[in-house]
């Protein structure tokens, strides 16, 4: 008798914030790099959802397993995303059709190293996950780093008040020192000469310290990754962190 033929997973395009944005299909690209997931496939194209790529900096920065459990390649070409945790997890099944504009760049969340697929896959699954009544990109702009934790099913906590600069940085080198996954959220207004972006979210790579060990400034990554300037990062001093300050959310696996 013949073979039974496999289940067709059904996958849903989302719709795009452009009608000069199309799908394209990207199957032949690996989900994830040699050395992958790393904090550096992570790059946001023409959607606001930096508060949803800076809070996957921070887990493949420090838990790059977990990523590892969050996508999976179901081997034709098709990718499961688990979003939530225990009883309320939901799987998300999408294809390797990503958005692109006319010439054939991505749209929205780029390809990683080694044109790695993971990021651009997560946050196509996300808007299926956060909006399936509208299933629309448009849906995901604008929000805030605890929603996306919580998309990943992990419990995380926010601090909006800090009384100075010393405050930020010894709680920043806290948090870091625990291993948490740690993102930073600019306010609307920022002094002039900033080196953020406002109502802007970052990932907090690093507290650096002096010779005898003691923290001088703060390393952050900008999700905007290759568009900015020195992949991302930058290091800036307590001082300009606590006059960007809007609030810190933390999480851990």
Known sequence: SAAPHAAVVKTID???????????????????????????????????????????????KTDAALIRKDIVSDGNGIFTVTFGAGKTAKKINVNADLPVWSDGQQAYA??????????????????????????????????????AFAALGLQSSGTYTVPTAA?????????????DFTTFGTQEKLPAGSPFVSSHAYEV???????????????????????????GYITVTAAQAFAAFSGVVISHA
């Not at 452009?18 to 959607?47: C, E, H, R, V, W």
């Open 205 to 231: 790579d690093a507290v650096n310290t002096n010779s005898a060990g003691t923290p001088v400034s703060l390393t952050f990554r900008n999700p905007w990754g290759h568009a900015a300037a020195n992949d």
């Open 110 to 147: 780029q390809l990683g190293n080694q044109n790695s697929l993971w990021v651009a896959l997560m946050e196509k699954a996300y808007v299926e996950y956060a909006s399936p009544a509208t299933n629309k990109y448009h849906s995901i702009e604008g929000g805030w780093m605890t929603t």
């Open 14 to 60: 989302p719709i795009t914030t452009s009608k000069s944005i199309t799908y394209k299909n990207f199957a032949g690209d690996p989900l994830f790099a040699a050395n992958g997931p790393s904090i550096n496939d992570i790059n946001q194209g023409d959607l606001g959802d930096c508060y949803l790529l800076s809070t996957l900096s921070s887990v493949a």
């Open 167 to 179: 405050a930020l940085l010894k709680t920043l080198a806290a948090d870091l020192s625990k291993g």
